[in-house]
Each structure stands twice: as structure tokens, then as C-alpha cells.
């Protein structure tokens, strides 16, 4: 089991990123996929959930500003992150649930203020 994290970077206050995770060694279509953040010296936070039909989950503090997506023909979930805030700024991880709990390895949001 892989999962491959992409597209953060450096943005400023109110602007947008576009987080992409690839995966792959699962069957990726019935399966939640979640992404969660986490900012150094503070717990990791589950931000996103989808499930296999695309009902998607959001913690209130991005609700109405992200959006989690999915694209089961590439293996791939995507975080829509609109006017973004430097509280936004962690490292967002996405992550599957199997037997056991896959990890990506990270990428890292920065939103300047």
C-alpha cells in the first residue's frame, strides 16, 4: 500500500491550494479515505473524510472553504483548500484505513498572512 501526497506550498491569506493523493496496492473504490493536518507540536487533526460514494465529512473549522474529492479510475483523492488562513498552515497528510492505518508522507501548507 502506497499513498503519494502532492501541492502544498507557500500562499497567501484568502488564496487556494490544491492537495492531490495518489494511491495504489488496494482496492481504492470501497474505501474511506481521509486527510488530516498537523501542526508541529500539536496533535494530527482529521480535516476531510469522503467515502466510497463520495459523501464527504469536514471539521468545522474548513467547512464552506474545502472541499475532498475522489477519482477511483486514478486511484486519487484530491483537498480543494479556498481562502485559506495562516491557522491553515500544518502539514496535511492523506490516509486509508485497512487492516491497519496507511499513511502519506506529508505535504506541507504555508499561508502567509
Do not use: H
Not at 492531490?20 to 500539536?42: A, D, E, H, L, N
Request: overall charge positive.
Amino acid at each position: 500500500v502506497q499513498l503519494q501526497a502532492s501541492g502544498g506550498g507557500l500562499v497567501q491569506a484568502g488564496g487556494s491550494l490544491r492537495l492531490s493523493c495518489t494511491t495504489s496496492g488496494y482496492i481504492f473504490s470501497v474505501v474511506t479515505m481521509y486527510w488530516y493536518r498537523q501542526i508541529p507540536g500539536k496533535q494530527r487533526e482529521l480535516v476531510a473524510t469522503i467515502r466510497p460514494g463520495g459523501t464527504p465529512d469536514y471539521v468545522d473549522a474548513v467547512k464552506g472553504r474545502f472541499t475532498i474529492s475522489r477519482d477511483n479510475a486514478k486511484y486519487t483523492i484530491y483537498l480543494q483548500m479556498n481562502s485559506l488562513k495562516p491557522e491553515d498552515t500544518a502539514v496535511y497528510f492523506c490516509a486509508v484505513r485497512l487492516k491497519t492505518d496507511y499513511w502519506g508522507q506529508g505535504t506541507l501548507v504555508t499561508v502567509s498572512s
